[in-house]
């Protein structure tokens, strides 16, 4: 069984800054991919950027120039700062994670239950 708990969401204005952080924790053997997704209200969930363990990373073009993602492979953490928010980033955003388990033997994808980050103009 493997846990993603996100954390850091809130409410800012227009302008402002927020950092998100998700934990992985669990039975994990390895995790490729960890990334943040995002989901307006009446939109579908759409990749906000996402993050190899060697530190590939890609971005939507929404965001590139402005968030950031980075991640600690020893505590299974990766983060995403966001910077010069606009109120279009308003959402609940969602962690993802590609994991490898013993138990399983396979990669399966695991998410997070989602953290709300809304953007006041």
């Known amino acids: 069984q493997v846990q993603l708990v996100e954390s850091g969401g809130g409410l800012v204005q227009a302008g402002g800054s927020v950092r998100l952080s998700c934990a992985a924790s669990g039975s994990i053997f390895s995790i490729n991919y960890m990334g943040w997704y995002r989901q307006a209200p009446g939109k579908q969930r759409e990749l906000v950027a996402r993050i190899n363990s060697g530190g590939s990373t890609n971005y939507a073009d929404s965001v590139r120039g402005r968030f950031t993602i980075s991640r600690d492979n020893v505590k299974n953490t990766v983060y995403l700062q966001m910077n010069s928010l606009e109120p279009e980033d308003t959402a609940a955003y969602y962690c993802?994670?590609?994991?490898?388990?013993?138990?399983?033997?396979?990669?399966?994808?695991?998410w997070g239950q989602g953290t709300q980050v809304t953007v006041s103009s």
């Open positions: 993802k994670a590609d994991v490898y388990t013993r138990e399983l033997g396979a990669w399966l994808d695991y």
